[in-house]
Structure formats: C-alpha cells, structure tokens
C-alpha cells in the first residue's frame, strides 16, 4: 500500500518497540517519517531520529521544530511514548505517580501542543495516541498505569472534540498485552518467567501475545487518509481480551 505517500509523520517513542513498528510500516507505506525518542541513535535512514524527552516541554519544542522543518510540514502525529508501572494504590509513593503521569498524559500534551500549529495546516491532520487495554479493564497490579491510560482516552476524546473543525482527527489504540522489551524485562523479573508469560497469553482469548506489528497495523489504519470520517475512536488490539468472554476450556 501507498496510501500515505506525500505524507509526514512524527512518532514518539518511536526508536523501539510500537513505536519503531509503527515509524517503519508507515515508511513503508509512503510516508516521511520522523521519530522523537529519548536515543534515537538506532534509528536508520528513511526515518529521522531526534532527541526529546517528553516531560520537558522547551525540549519537545525544540524536536518537533526541527522534524517539521526538516519534513516539509507534518501530517500525523503517533503519541506512543509511555513508561509502565506495577502495584495496587498502596505500592508507588507520590513522585512515582507524579513521573509516570507526567510521560503518559502530560508527554501526550506536550508533543501534540507544539504539533497542532502543523497539524492545522494540513489537508490530512491525524493523531493517534497509544492507549492500553488498562483503560477500560480492571488489571491486577496496575493501579497507576490504569490511571495514567485512562486519562489518555478520556483526552482522546476530548482533543477529538475540539480539534474535528480544525480539520485534526484525533483516535487511539488499546492494545492488549504487547510483546515489546518493557513486557520482557517484566517477565525477566518475575520468579517464573515461563509461567508468567504463559498467564498473560491466557488471559487473552487469541491466547498469545499482541505483537508490535499488530499495533502498528492499527495505527496506520487510523492514521491513513482512508479512515478520514474516523475520529474520537478508540480501536482494541487485544487479542479480543475487552470484548469476549468464552466459556472455560473443559477436557
């Protein structure tokens, strides 16, 4: 497919991960693309890399300046820039929530303030903000990320409200249990990383893990021309964990 060819795209968090699948499927498909990540240094040639941390505000500026003007314009921005965390309420102190929100929620402010000046000038402005299924699922243990995520769908529909006569479509992704390298140091930690990851597949009814291709697939999706009446969205890669309860397996 060429369906993003003319196209630029900016995408946070994009040198591993969702991130780099999303940046090179959408090369892939056309369009220029330029990543903003914390090191960018394995980012290879067609995409750009720049450096930005996304809590620093003049930081970001400063990236996606230097991206859109290198580009040509801006198109699509990805917000997938994220870090996890584990445990109930009683488990992370204030300054763990206050840096884990400050990336997940505040890091998806940050980077589409300075893109929406861009994002407005062009015929095909999207943004697609890499949610999780913990925003609309009670999960063990993931008190503050369930928290962090379910503020970044309830500001995708928001931004998508604001920005439609802007002509900015604003939609999200909710994977499920994804195969990226925070999810292996996850497994790596754990006292049985064989069980451990045997119980996140079950817990999803494809009983496997979502890859980043498959999230990236569904972010081009959203992001693409061809879902232009698209918008205020948010689109599960979960393997069918929010929507299906299948009866237990009996032998």
């Given at each position: 497919?060429?369906?993003?060819?003319?196209?630029?795209?900016?995408?946070?968090?994009?040198?591993?991960?969702?991130?780099?699948?999303?940046?090179?499927?959408?090369a892939?498909?056309?369009?220029?693309?330029?990543?903003?990540?914390?090191?960018?240094?394995?980012?290879?040639?067609?995409?750009?890399?720049?450096?930005?941390?996304?809590?620093?505000?003049?930081?970001?500026?400063?990236?996606?300046?230097?991206?859109?003007a290198?580009?040509?314009?801006?198109?699509?921005?990805?917000?997938?820039?994220?870090?996890?965390?584990?445990?109930t309420?009683?488990?992370?102190?204030?300054?763990?929530?206050?840096?884990?929100?400050?990336v997940?929620?505040?890091?998806?402010?940050r980077?589409?303030?300075a893109?929406?000046?861009?994002?407005?000038a062009?015929?095909?402005?999207?943004?697609?903000?890499?949610?999780?299924?913990a925003?609309?699922?009670?999960?063990?243990q993931?008190?503050?990320?369930?928290?962090?995520?379910?503020?970044?769908l309830?500001?995708t529909l928001?931004m998508?409200?604001?920005?439609?006569?802007?002509?900015?479509?604003?939609?999200?992704?909710?994977?499920?249990?994804?195969?990226?390298?925070?999810?292996?140091?996850?497994?790596?930690a754990?006292?049985?990383?064989?069980?451990?990851?045997?119980?996140?597949?079950a817990r999803?009814p494809?009983?496997?893990l979502?890859?980043?291709?498959?999230?990236?697939?569904?972010?081009?999706?959203?992001?693409?021309?061809?879902?232009?009446?698209?918008?205020?969205?948010a689109?599960?890669?979960?393997?069918?964990?929010?929507?299906?309860?299948?009866?237990?397996?009996?032998r």
């Open positions: 497919m060429t369906d993003f060819t003319g196209l630029t795209a900016l995408v946070t968090g994009g040198a591993s991960g969702i991130g780099r699948a999303t940046a090179e499927l959408l892939a498909r056309g369009a220029q693309v330029a990543v903003l990540d914390l090191d960018p240094s394995g980012v290879e040639k067609p995409l750009r890399g720049y450096v930005a941390d996304v809590t620093d505000d003049t930081a970001v500026r400063a990236a996606v300046a230097a991206a859109v290198d580009l040509g314009g801006l198109d699509i921005l990805v917000n997938n820039a994220g870090i996890g965390a584990q445990g309420v009683e488990d992370n102190d204030d300054d763990r929530w206050h840096a884990v929100l400050d997940n929620v505040l890091g998806v402010v980077t589409t303030r893109a929406l000046p861009h994002l407005r062009s015929a095909h402005a999207a943004i697609v903000n890499t949610c999780s299924i925003a609309t699922a009670g999960l063990p993931r008190a503050l990320y369930s928290a962090s995520k379910g503020a970044v309830s500001l928001a998508a409200a604001d920005h439609v006569r802007d002509g900015v479509r604003v939609n999200c992704v909710n994977p499920g249990t994804v195969d990226t390298p925070w999810v292996g140091r996850l497994l790596d754990a006292p049985d990383p064989a069980a451990e990851r045997a119980a996140l597949a999803q494809t009983g496997r979502v890859t980043a291709d498959e999230v990236a697939g569904a972010i081009a999706y959203l992001a693409s021309p061809l879902s232009g009446a698209t918008t205020g969205t689109l599960a890669v979960d393997g069918g964990m929010q929507g299906l309860r299948l009866r237990p397996v009996t």
